[in-house]
């Protein structure tokens, strides 16, 4: 489990399975997350999948440990046991992602979240929450 802002943080972190946030101009995040039992892809016990989409609902950005991706840098390096990684770009396939505990990567998704949107010149500001999935 996440050692970081501990239990509290954690429990947050899970109140946002389900959640969708919309933001201006038809952009979109969806969060899925639960608990698993841990092991070796998924050391920390939780499943998850954060995604930013864009109006025409494609992905733009992502967060996730729902396959293992290969290490950067060299062909021939070992991917690592845990899945977790992240998605920079809507074409990007993956880069592993050091997950160290709920608190950073709540933060580090946000803060990926709002680098798009400025790219993209939308306001980092959500203007609706709702639960369940896109219509």
């Not at 070992?78 to 990567?105: C, I, N, Q, S, V």
């Not at 993209?120 to 609706?128: A, K, N, R």
Request: proline content about 6%; overall charge negative.
């Amino acid at each position: 489990m996440p050692k970081k802002g501990g239990v509290h943080t954690l429990e947050f972190l899970l109140g946002f399975n389900g959640h969708v946030h919309r933001y201006a101009g038809g952009y979109w995040l969806k969060f899925e997350i639960t608990k698993v039992d841990a092991n070796d892809g998924k050391p920390h016990g939780l499943d998850y999948s954060f995604t930013l989409h864009g109006p025409d609902n494609r992905r733009l950005i992502g967060f996730d440990n729902a396959h293992s991706v290969p290490a950067k840098g060299a062909r021939f390096k070992k991917r690592p046991k845990a899945m977790d990684h992240w998605h920079r770009t809507e074409t990007d396939e993956g880069r592993p992602y050091a997950f160290k505990d709920a608190e950073t990567l709540i933060i580090d998704f946000f803060d990926e979240v709002e680098r798009v949107l400025t790219e993209h010149g939308i306001p980092f500001e959500v203007v609706e929450v709702t639960e369940g999935d896109r219509p």
